[in-house]
């Protein structure tokens, strides 16, 4: 169990159009999700947290407006990257949190996004 | 502010030996400490997790302590194979949000 997909797996799209990309958890509830990005040999950094039925909370220089999130139900979070930028190209991965449990993050397979 | 260093970028060790990794941290008292495994253009893979009231804990070939002191965490994977070849992070956290480190990729040779 706790199994997290992401799609797509790989995006390439051209500068000023915007991405979404999808976090859903397979077998299970998450209440939380996160997103991170990561760049070649660098480690993964959160952009921001999801919760259900809330607002995003983002993390220190994320843009809200650049990267929107939306948390509509228990298994589905969506990070849409605006207006992308070459320097936007990166690994995006998501994590989720079990409803009522403890401290482990399942983490997705991750979405390459190259923006040309 | 917080810091997180793994030992080194990479690791190569001959099949059956033991690896050890490290993780070292400042400005920072986490409550948790977990280990991932990642492989190249993947997520990461929970492994482990240790509390900071946690001396050390185990799972199969694998094996982490937790010295709140030195503020460091040593990853050992034992008897190790070349399918244990990936990326290992270290990760810290207070709560939910998770600190990464950059990893050490081991790579274990036949």
């Known amino acids: 169990g706790a199994v997290v997909s992401q799609h797509p797996s790989r995006v390439i799209c051209k500068s000023g159009t915007s991405v979404k990309i999808e976090c859903r958890s397979l077998?299970?509830?998450?209440?939380?999700m996160f997103w991170y990005r990561q760049f070649p040999k660098q480690s993964l950094m959160l952009m921001a947290t999801?919760?259900?039925?809330?607002?995003?909370?983002?993390e220190q220089g994320v843009e809200k407006d650049k990267f929107l999130i939306n948390h509509a139900s228990l298994t589905l979070s969506t990070l849409t990257v605006t207006s992308a930028h070459p320097e936007d190209s990166s690994f995006y991965i998501c994590?989720?949190?079990?409803?009522?449990?403890?401290?482990?993050?399942?983490f997705g397979p991750g979405t390459r996004l190259t923006v040309t | 502010s917080q810091k997180i260093e793994q030992n080194s970028e990479a690791l190569n060790i001959q099949e059956g030996k033991t690896a050890t990794l490290t993780c070292n941290y400042t400005?920072?008292?986490?409550?948790?400490l977990q280990w991932y495994r990642q492989d190249p253009g993947r997520g990461p893979v929970f492994l482990l997790l240790?509390?900071?009231?946690?001396k050390e804990k185990r799972k199969e070939r694998l094996k982490v302590t937790f010295d709140t002191t030195l503020k460091q965490s040593l990853f050992h994977i034992t008897a190790s194979q070349p399918a244990d070849s990936a990326t290992y992070l270290c990760?810290?956290?207070?709560?939910?949000?998770?600190?990464f480190g950059a990893g050490t990729t081991v790579t274990v040779r036949a």
């Open positions: 994590s989720a949190r079990r409803t009522g449990d403890s401290y482990e993050q399942y």
């Open positions: 077998d299970f509830q998450a209440t939380t």
């Open positions: 999801s919760n259900e039925g809330s607002k995003a909370t983002y």
């Open positions: 400005n920072y008292s986490p409550a948790y």
């Open positions: 240790i509390r900071e009231n946690e």
């Open positions: 990760a810290l956290t207070n709560d939910y949000k998770l600190s």
